[in-house]
């Protein structure tokens, strides 16, 4: 096996477009026609229009990062509907169960529970608390740098893992969609997403997830009443059809997924459950809303319409992908692979069941969908690297607001870098397993210090500085170490660690870590910190009211 | 003030057995997931009817618990408990 360090392996990604360039021109990759390109321009221009109507009334730090607190509810819920209904779920979770793959059910009812604990236990405490960034509510609790600096530090981890997913698939679509290289599609998504973040902010970002979600609503429901007529709305037989494919396809070729193992399978459900409530660009939303019940309401929003989508992506069309699209040699190359690969599967599920014009608007939906999260992430990103990073730990918040807005314009630029860089290399990955690296990293460093935070009274500065470090370095270092990347990347023969979602054990680390740490710390009960930690929960549980530019960055 | 310390409490436990709930559905539905997959003799699409009854069973529970808790704890608002 070839043993390439990760520097190279980055150059490498980049080298290879030369490649899928050549591809693109001897026909193997399919491209859209004169429709669906339309279709496409117009959705695209409708989410352009949207971030300007935005820039208009952007005029503060508030409004940048908040929206003004101006959100209702359930603009709000169909906003986490946005920010949750990525191009995994979409692409990746179809382009799982295409290739035979039943992780996908674990994909889609693990979240369902995280929106339960988000609603139960994290959104109205953050509203409540007028904090809404980890890194917020730990500098509520502890005083010092480094506790931001940490914190900072692995919200911009999780956020370009996950940045990377997005940029995988768009760069794939847009591939299909048009022909052009991955990596002037890579280039393109990142300019269009640098674009809605500078120019409109968080109330941009708000309102294209909502067309987003709007639009990616009516597509699946077009497309699950598309796939049923085709089988005389008789569910069974598209099973038995795609069973049938299946069998063709893959005869008794037994692919060991999670769900073999109870270990990754466990590992992958937490993640994909609890990591939502580390998820950065996820909590922010809570912060656009004006109160509490406001908040309550759009996380019981976004569950009816997000469990109404999962059920239609994965019980009818991951199921209608399998039965309609394999025996359609147009759509495979002569290796017999899918042209953009398994991710792309329900785009040309859209161009058997409705030609042309639908094969345009649903790659369109898709790529608004998408640059709508990257947008969101960018912004949670971005906000760490200025606000955080530069303006209160290297500054020591001594940043006039005009210099913030610049410092933040400055970070978006530095993300959009990093996001094109790493969309590059990772070409070819499977989205919904990119982003579980997001979710998994999220509920090992951020979900137990910002629970601790919020819940437990004994835990010290220290220790959540520990448990943080532990649980992003032990996440982080089994990630690489596992089959996907030491073995299917970096080329090693055999991997350090046996399984692909490593959350079971660096998610209790992190929490035994805060534990321990905190115990052994002088600070540990004292009486002043207890003061603190009771004012906290007072205001955490009642609310205080929370004006406008009173909030902490 | 009483009062207010026993709804909180009320509301804490309420809390609890909701998560709880959702928390052993989900398990069960996992469970009889990875259970199903590891016997099957294809590759392991899992089979419709176990796939629906996870993924409905945790749909279920998590809203049934989610709209208890909306109707059961009052929200606190913002100028009422300053």
Redesign the interface.
């Known amino acids: 096996m070839n043993r390439r360090s990760f520097g190279t392996l980055l150059c490498t990604g980049i080298a290879t477009h030369v490649g899928s360039v050549a591809r693109a021109d001897d026909g193997g990759i399919t491209s859209g026609g004169p429709i669906a390109l339309t279709m496409f321009g117009l959705i695209v221009a409708m989410t352009i229009v949207v971030t300007l109507w935005a820039a208009k009334r952007v005029s503060s730090a508030h409004d940048l990062y908040a929206a003004g607190g101006r959100i209702t509810g359930m603009q709000n819920g169909l906003a986490i509907c946005g920010d949750f209904m990525s191009a995994s779920t979409f692409l990746g979770v179809i382009g799982l169960a295409f290739v035979g793959n039943g992780e996908s059910v674990i994909y889609v009812a693990s979240p369902i529970l995280g929106l339960a604990f988000l609603l139960l236990y994290i959104a109205e405490p953050l509203r409540n608390l007028g904090r809404y960034t980890i890194v917020q509510v730990m500098t509520l609790r502890f005083e010092g740098r480094a506790i931001r600096a940490f914190c900072a530090f692995a919200v911009l981890t999780v956020t370009l893992f996950y940045l990377i997913a997005q940029m995988v698939g768009a760069g794939t679509l847009l591939q299909v969609l048009i022909g052009v290289p991955y990596s002037v599609a890579v280039v393109v998504v990142a300019a269009l997403m640098m674009l809605y973040v500078l120019l409109g902010g968080m109330l941009a970002t708000t309102w294209v997830q909502i067309l987003k979600a709007v639009l990616l609503v009516g597509c699946v429901a077009l497309l699950t009443v598309m796939a049923l007529a085709r089988v005389d709305f008789d569910p069974a037989s598209l099973y038995r059809i795609a069973g049938d494919q299946l069998l063709r396809v893959f005869g008794d070729n037994d692919a060991k997924t999670a769900l073999t193992s109870p270990f990754s399978a466990l590992s992958l459900g937490l993640a994909m459950s609890f990591g939502m409530a580390g998820l950065p660009h996820v909590l922010i939303r809570f912060f656009t809303v004006p109160n509490a019940l406001e908040a309550r309401r759009s996380v019981l929003v976004a569950t009816y319409i997000i469990a109404a989508v999962f059920f239609c992506i994965v019980f009818v069309l991951a199921y209608a992908s399998i039965a309609f699209v394999y025996g359609q040699p147009q759509f495979f190359d002569t290796d017999g692979q899918l042209a953009g690969g398994s991710n792309m599967a329900v785009i040309h599920l859209a161009r058997v069941l409705g030609g042309e014009p639908l094969f345009g608007v649903v790659a369109a939906v898709t790529f608004a969908t998408i640059l709508a999260v990257v947008a969101g992430l960018t912004m949670a990103g971005a906000g760490a690297l200025a606000n955080d990073l530069y303006v209160q730990v290297w500054r020591r918040g001594e940043v006039s607001e005009t210099g913030q807005v610049n410092a933040f314009r400055v970070g978006t630029i530095v993300i959009t870098a990093l996001a094109i860089l790493f969309g590059i290399a990772f070409e070819g990955q499977s989205i919904a397993y990119m982003v579980s690296l997001a979710f998994t990293v999220a509920v090992s460093a951020n979900f137990p210090v910002l629970i601790l935070a919020i819940y437990w009274r004994g835990l010290t500065r220290r220790g959540a500085l520990a448990g943080g470090a532990a649980g992003l370095l032990s996440s982080v270092a089994l990630i690489v170490a596992g089959p996907p990347i030491w073995v299917g990347i970096l080329g090693y023969a055999k991997p350090l660690f046996p399984y692909a979602y490593p959350a079971l054990a660096s998610m209790p680390l992190a929490f035994f870590t805060c534990w321990l740490v905190s115990r052994l710390d002088p600070q540990y009960g004292a009486s002043e910190a207890g003061r603190l930690f009771d004012e906290i929960r007072r205001q955490a549980s009642r609310g205080v009211a929370v004006a406008s530019g009173a909030i902490v960055h | 003030m009483r009062s207010s310390i026993s709804e ?1 409490q009320s509301a804490r436990t309420l ?1 609890a057995w ?2 709880a709930l ?2 052993v559905i ?1 398990v069960v ?2 469970g009889v ?2 259970a199903q ?2 016997e ?7 089979e ?1 009817r176990y ?2 009854f ?2 409905g069973g ?2 279920v529970s ?2 049934v ?3 208890l ?2 109707r059961r704890v009052p ?5 009422e ?2």
């Not at chain 2, 099957?40 to 899992?46: D, E, G, K, T």
């Not at chain 2, 929200?75 to 100028?79: D, I, K, N, P, T």
């Open positions: 909180a809390r909701l998560l959702c928390v989900y539905g996992m997931l990875i997959a590891s099957a003799a294809i590759r392991p699409l899992v419709v796939g629906i996870a993924f945790v749909v998590c809203v618990a989610m709209v808790f909306a929200v606190a608002s913002e100028g408990k300053r």
